[in-house]
């Protein structure tokens, strides 16, 4: 009776609508309210860095693609998300090639020398990311500013930080901390120290108009937005982000610190939300996922307080990233009905 | 039920299932469509293989005249059902025919005389008097197999070895698959009959505690089947509305809070589970004599004209169903006997209503993903370990199984797999998770059996 062929599949017969594109969508989605203001707040210069790194990933994906004679795949959202994460994680100042290039090598050597999508071992973004900082230090240095010449040095609270930020010789409220901490780390003696100055003097400029640092790191209340609004469309697991923070703010409080600062500066919550929570690079389980936060977390601390770096985001999720094999490896729901309770056995 | 205090510790201890999924239901097309009976086709075909174990060999030969209920095909096997014929009428020929599972399987064609004449043979039997053996000897000669898809003998069900005595019998009314009501319809029409059915279960087991478990997304069966249920002082559970909740692991781990373990079943923990569709065929055949030769059918789909719960004679070709439903609308694109999740696709539509056939679902062109098979590409999302019911790692699996790695298969314990396919389903980059599991599953077992058959020859020799 049919003159028509049916189609025939093994089940499931239906699929959720969920797609690698819808993910990645939402997660830039999710980073759009930080990306906007950086710009807001840093000015065109932003813009350009933010423009030449994304269009350095698609570029570099694209080329290997080209390449190996593969499918092209920019329409998944994923190489524009590495670009897009990239710059975020890079000073607002940096010369427009170096944001084109961290792009281009975090699409190539972070990801598709692996194999694309799915088999790289390290944050695509971080490699990108650690390259421009290796390679181009004293640009990365320059590149950040002073909140004096974005005009928004008004309140006395940044004035007082801004003190502590040239003192420090450095840009970041964190390396400003660190002298305020340890004194005799100043480069202009334990007198050169600005007075007046504490941990609680930053919230309010890092929560919600940070100039001192990268892109991303411009309002921290801007970054928890977009991490609740992944948690609540399920993109992201729970799990990684407050393990590594909660691991990193219960540290610091342990050797006396302010654990709501060193939670609000620095690439902490940029890292712990849209960065560790990568899923190729992370572990799969949710019991993995604890060990990895952890894990990360006190790589975070120790290279914040026991290394010559004010920060340790970037290779604490590096070094993390990879463990994430081995911990598959040995971190893995263990079946039905082993290992937990047993099944009542009667007679 | 003991004390409250108990209930309420019990109720804490008890181990819960939050995984799986949520597709979208689509019961709406059929859910209000009371059970309609259809006549009988002209020609019924009636496969000797309807359920899960040895085929029958046929009783009867062309040209034999046979009444609605008589046995025409049997087996000496323990693991098996008999089949009856479902019409009066003649033996046309007996030969092999497609069958809803993709083979061909002997099958009896029987000429309808339109008389439904039924067996003069066929007594009612009085449970309450019959001693728990005959009553599952009873219910082997019915041919009532697992009404819910998986159609094993139900009498097999009903005869645990001494070892494992059965405290409670859970009658699974979740119905988790979209799109299909027979089982609602059943309880909301037959609530009387589910119950009796229940009891007739628990007397042939000795079991003292009698459970009905339904999705809590079922209200009206909720409130019929509690009424019946609470004058027997038998209890009626409510699930959450999440597939697999009807998977007999998932179901006992819910309702109990008891684990089967790894390649156990439910009768380890004291447990037997029957479909609700079953227990009523039970309380049915008691009542009448008449064995299995009818169910339950939802045929349904957007281009279904009039999608419907069928009462229909087993034999009637998936054709001659849909056309008992008004036909379709448009060109069907993918037939699928049983539900979108664990259904079986079907290459044509001249393949009979059998035993485990709970559903007919036709897609449109539209509605089909037509996918080709590639290589697994990961993102590691780990949406899939999230929602595997069984705790697996179905992404890692099916990677062992492309590559035909038994030994990963092995460590990952690919065998606890129920194929519930919630893998696939919630899998961004469209894998074919479960597909893949279910190729290492039968690897994995090919390979075990080779491995025992050589221990043994040199044992032997």
Redesign the interface.
């Known amino acids: 009776m049919e003159a028509h062929r049916l189609v025939l599949s093994s089940s499931p017969h239906i699929r959720e609508r969920i797609t690698t594109r819808s993910i990645m969508l939402q997660v830039i989605l999710a980073l759009m309210p930080v990306t906007i203001y950086s710009v807001v707040i840093h000015g065109v210069h932003a813009f350009y860095v933010i423009f030449f790194s994304v269009v350095g990933a698609l570029l570099g994906e694209y080329l290997v693609q080209v390449a190996r004679r593969v499918q092209i795949t920019l329409e998944d959202g994923s190489a524009f998300l590495t670009g897009l994460l990239l710059a975020l994680t890079l000073p607002p100042h940096l010369p427009w090639w170096i944001a084109l290039v961290g792009g281009l090598v975090a699409t190539t050597l972070g990801k598709q020398v692996f194999g694309g999508l799915g088999h790289n071992i390290f944050n695509p973004a971080l490699v990108g990311r650690a390259v421009v900082f290796v390679s181009w230090a004293s640009h990365v240095a320059a590149g950040y500013v002073k909140s004096a010449e974005i005009g928004i040095a008004s309140t006395s609270t940044h004035r007082l930080i801004e003190k502590a930020v040239d003192v420090a010789n450095g840009a970041s409220p964190l390396a400003a901390m660190k002298i305020v901490y340890d004194p005799s780390t100043s480069p202009l003696g334990p007198a050169g120290v600005p007075q007046g100055i504490q941990a609680s003097t930053y919230y309010k400029p890092l929560l919600f108009a940070n100039p001192w640092g990268c892109l991303g790191e411009v309002s921290a209340a801007l970054l928890i937005l977009g991490g609740l609004y992944l948690l609540a469309v399920r993109i992201i697991d729970w799990r990684i982000p407050v393990s590594y923070v909660g691991t990193v703010a219960l540290l610091t409080a342990v050797i006396g610190r302010d654990p709501l600062f060193y939670v609000l500066a620095g690439g902490l919550l940029i890292g712990a939300i849209f960065m560790a929570t990568d899923y190729v690079t992370s572990p799969l389980s949710r019991g993995g996922r604890i060990i990895y936060g952890v894990g990360l977390g006190l790589i975070t601390w120790l290279m914040r307080f026991w290394s010559n770096n004010p920060e340790g985001v970037m290779f604490s999720i590096l070094f993390m990233n990879g463990l994430t094999p081995i911990i598959d490896r040995y971190v893995f729901p263990h079946g039905y009905a082993k290992g937990g309770k047993k099944g009542r056995k009667s007679g | 039920m003991s004390s409250p205090l108990i209930s309420v510790i019990e109720r804490l201890g008890r181990?819960r299932i939050t995984r799986g999924?949520h597709?979208p239901d689509r019961k709406e097309l059929t859910a209000e469509k009371p059970i309609r009976k259809v006549p009988a086709p002209e020609t019924v075909i009636i496969p000797l293989v309807q359920h899960v174990g040895a085929p029958c060999r046929p009783v009867v030969g062309k040209g034999d005249r046979v009444y609605m209920g008589t046995l025409i095909g049997d087996s000496d096997a323990y693991v098996s059902a008999p089949v009856h014929s479902s019409v009066s009428g003649t033996v046309v020929r007996i030969a092999p025919h497609p069958h809803p599972t993709g083979k061909e399987v002997e099958s009896i064609f029987i000429e309808n005389d339109g008389e439904e004449a039924r067996d003069p043979g066929l007594r009612p039997l009085i449970w309450q008097e019959m001693e728990p053996a005959d009553i599952v000897q009873a219910i082997r000669r019915s041919g009532i197999v697992g009404l819910g898809g998986a159609a094993f003998p139900t009498h097999v069900k009903l005869s645990p070895p001494?070892?494992?005595?059965i405290?409670t019998v859970i009658i699974n009314g979740a119905e988790c698959e979209?799109y299909l009501t027979s089982d609602y319809r059943i309880m909301v029409e037959r609530a009387e009959e589910v119950v009796t059915g229940l009891m007739i279960i628990m007397k042939a087991l000795g079991a003292k505690r009698g459970i009905i478990a339904i999705e809590s997304n079922k209200p009206l069966a909720i409130g019929r089947i509690s009424e019946v249920a609470h004058t027997y002082d038998l209890e009626v559970f409510t699930l959450p509305t999440r597939y697999p909740q009807g998977a007999e692991?998932v179901l006992i781990s819910r309702v109990l809070g008891?684990?089967?373990?790894?390649g156990?079943l439910p009768m380890?923990?004291?447990v037997v589970v029957n479909n609700v569709g079953t227990a009523q065929a039970i309380a049915y055949y008691f009542r009448t004599g008449l064995p299995l030769v009818r169910r339950v059918v939802t045929v349904t789909g957007s281009i279904v004209a009039n999608p419907s719960n069928i009462l229909v004679p087993l034999g009637t070709t998936f054709?001659e169903a849909i056309k008992s439903c008004g036909g379709l609308t448009a060109?069907?694109?993918?037939?699928?006997m049983?539900g979108?999740?664990?259904?079986?696709?079907?290459?044509?539509?001249?393949v009979p209503v059998v035993k485990g056939t709970s559903g007919i679902?036709v897609?449109s062109s539209g509605e089909?993903?037509?996918?080709i098979p590639r290589a697994p590409?990961?993102?590691?999302?780990?949406?899939c370990?999230?929602v595997?019911?069984?705790?697996?790692?179905p992404?890692?699996l099916a990677k062992g199984a492309f590559v035909g790695n038994l030994e990963e298969l092995e460590r990952?314990?690919v065998l606890?797999c129920m194929?519930c396919?919630s893998c696939?389903?919630?899998?961004?980059?469209?894998n074919?998770l479960?597909?893949l599991i279910?190729l290492g599953k039968a690897e994995l077992t090919a390979h075990k059996k080779q491995q025992e058959g050589k221990a043994e020859t040199s044992q032997s020799s």
Not at chain 2, 162 to 165: A, Q
Not at chain 2, 340 to 350: D, F, K, N, R, S
Not at chain 2, 368 to 371: L, S
Not at chain 2, 424 to 430: D, V, W
């Open positions: 181990r999924v597709p001494k070892d494992y005595p405290d979209p692991k008891r684990e089967v373990p790894s156990g380890h923990v004291g054709s060109q069907a694109s993918k037939v699928i049983g979108p999740m664990m259904g079986i696709a079907q290459y044509t539509l001249e679902l897609f089909v993903d037509y996918e590409v990961c993102i590691r999302c780990g949406r370990l999230a595997c019911p069984m705790r697996l790692v992404t890692q990952l314990d606890d194929e396919g696939a389903y919630t899998c961004p980059t469209k074919q479960v597909q279910r």
